[in-house]
């Protein structure tokens, strides 16, 4: 993992919480694989727990690519509440959609 970033660019509500991003080059005849993962920025004022649980599944996407069975195994292996965090930081979004910030 070469860098963890906040992007501006990520719309949270029509598009996604975080990016995760894989590059492969060809340097001196060897190959090299940069990973990058990118936050919404909405996440710079949020409770820790959600911004931990954004970087674990983008985590999780760098050796798993779907929503499976593997997939959610190793988000909980990584954070053993995991399940819960994504449906709190869910209800977050919700509130943040509806109202406005938590605790402005």
Do not use: W
């Not at 963890?4 to 509500?13: L, R």
């Not at 060897?30 to 931990?52: G, Q, Y």
């Not at 050796?63 to 930081?89: G, I, R």
């Not at 979004?93 to 406005?100: A, C, R």
């Amino acid at each position: 993992l070469s860098k963890v970033a906040y992007d501006s660019k990520i719309h949270v509500m029509k598009h996604a919480l975080g990016l995760h991003t894989a590059i492969s080059r060809v340097q001196g005849g060897k190959l090299k694989a940069k990973a990058e993962i990118r936050v919404a920025t909405v996440f710079k004022v949020a409770p820790e727990p959600f911004l931990r649980m954004i970087v674990v599944h983008e985590l999780a996407h760098l050796k798993e690519k779907d929503h499976n069975k593997a997939f959610y195994s190793l988000c909980c292996h990584m954070e053993p509440d995991y399940h819960q965090l994504e449906f709190d930081t869910r209800l977050y979004l919700t509130h943040l959609s509806l109202f406005g910030e938590l605790y402005a």
